[in-house]
């Protein structure tokens, strides 16, 4: 099972971006979306239908629909530069999960 | 403050053998499945092993299924991940990271927080 992201998007200071991560087990399992800065973990930015988790800032939220989720970023800010990777469950449920390839993010 | 800390990376040769280690605090272990992920260098997120709280589901990856080992100690709040017959490719960095299974509006769906700050595994003559 895949889970598909375009390699990279920009976006200018204080504009809106999405993100968007296509893959059949969308259909069925809600993403999550994950921020990584280079030589750091990832971090959880939105999970679910449109949870963030304390301390991310509301510019961040998502969506989904059929088997497209996406991840939205209101105002982006140069900090918000950064890799992006959404996953879930694979198509069978397999509770070992997926990872999309990746969207860099660059603030212009 | 929840935390992890990954531990035993290092530069190993081709059919060698490494044991990773994951030191947890801030939460209560026991309750949570844990995974392995890792990230070779330049590229994506690769999850490698999932265990349950009691250990009685765990689960690999094709790339490392008969030579990666994933198992934990309650007791000690540790994470293990036991590489053998390890392969060029198997350069990344191992992140240990906390899974969460949860349900929005009946709708189940994975979390994986927090992580790791990661180990490099370098396989290399």
């Known amino acids: 099972s895949e889970l598909t992201q375009d390699p990279a998007v920009s976006v200018a200071l204080g504009q809106t971006v999405r993100i968007t991560c296509q893959g059949d087990?969308?259909?069925?399992?809600?993403a999550g979306w994950y921020q990584q800065k280079p030589g750091q973990a990832p971090v959880l930015v939105i999970y679910?239908?449109?949870n963030r988790p304390s301390g991310i800032p509301d510019r961040f939220s998502g969506s989904s629909s059929g088997n497209t989720a996406s991840l939205t970023i209101t105002g982006a800010q140069a900090e918000d530069e950064a890799d992006y990777y959404c996953?879930?469950?694979?198509?069978?449920?397999?509770?070992?999960?997926?990872f999309g390839t990746g969207t860099k993010v660059t603030v212009l | 403050q929840v935390q992890l800390v990954e531990s035993g990376g290092g530069l190993v040769k081709p059919g060698g053998s490494l044991r990773l280690s994951c030191a947890a605090s801030?939460?209560?272990?026991?309750?949570?499945?844990l995974s392995w992920i890792r990230q070779a260098p330049g590229k994506g997120l690769e999850w490698v092993a999932y265990?349950?709280?009691?250990?009685?589901?765990?689960n690999y990856a094709d790339s490392v299924k008969g030579r990666f080992t994933v198992s934990r100690d309650n007791a000690k709040n540790s994470l293990y991940l036991q590489m053998n017959s390890l392969r060029v490719e198997d350069t990344a960095v191992y992140f240990c990271?906390?899974?969460?299974?949860?349900?929005?509006?009946?709708?189940?769906?994975?979390?994986?927080?927090?992580w790791g700050q990661g180990t490099l595994v370098t396989v290399s003559s």
């Open positions: 679910g239908k449109n």
């Open positions: 265990i349950s709280s009691k250990s009685s589901h765990i």
């Open positions: 996953n879930s469950r694979d198509s069978s449920g397999n509770h070992l999960g997926v």
């Open positions: 990271a906390r899974e969460v299974t949860y349900y929005n509006d009946g709708i189940e769906g994975t979390r994986v927080d927090p």
């Open positions: 801030g939460f209560t272990f026991s309750d949570y499945y």
């Open positions: 087990s969308l259909r069925s399992y809600y």
